[in-house]
C-alpha cells in the first residue's frame, strides 16, 4: 500500500507558475510510474505528466514545454513544475502510483485545485 499527499495548488494569474508535490509514505524507488491526472468541472480526468522508476518522462501534448515532472526517491516525492499557466490548466490534479504500465493508476492521492485566473 502507498498513502499519496498532494500539495502546492492555489491561484496563480496567467503567465504564472506553480509547483505541485506528491509526497508517498514509502520509498518510490521501485513504483513503476507516477504523476498526475487533472479534471476540469464538466470534464473527464485526463493525464497530464508521468515519470517512471528510471526518470523516463511522458507528457499530454497540451503541457509539452510549460510542465515538468521530476523525482526525489530520497524524499519519496514527486514534483510538478508548471510554468506558463494558462486559464484552461485550472483543474483539479490529482498524484498518482502506477505499479504496471505507465498511465495505468493503482494508488491515488486527494486533488488539489490549481486555478488560473486574471
Known amino acids: 500500500q502507498v498513502q499519496l499527499v498532494g500539495s502546492g495548488g492555489g491561484l496563480v494569474q496567467p503567465g504564472g507558475s506553480l509547483r505541485l508535490s506528491c509526497a508517498a509514505s514509502?520509498?518510490?524507488?521501485?513504483?513503476?510510474?507516477m504523476g498526475w491526472y487533472r479534471q476540469a468541472p464538466g470534464k473527464k480526468r485526463e493525464s497530464v505528466a508521468a515519470?517512471?522508476?528510471?526518470?523516463?518522462?511522458y507528457y499530454a501534448d497540451s503541457v509539452k514545454g510549460r510542465f515538468t515532472i521530476s523525482r526525489d526517491n530520497a524524499k519519496n516525492t514527486v514534483y510538478l513544475q508548471m510554468n506558463s499557466l494558462k486559464p484552461e490548466d485550472t483543474a483539479v490534479y490529482y498524484c498518482?502510483?502506477?505499479?504496471?504500465?505507465?498511465?495505468?493508476?493503482?494508488?491515488w492521492g486527494q486533488g488539489t485545485q490549481v486555478t488560473v485566473s486574471s
Open positions: 498518482y502510483a502506477g505499479r504496471t504500465t505507465i498511465w495505468s493508476a493503482d494508488y
Open positions: 514509502r520509498s518510490i524507488f521501485n513504483i513503476y510510474a
Open positions: 515519470i517512471t522508476s528510471g526518470s523516463i518522462t
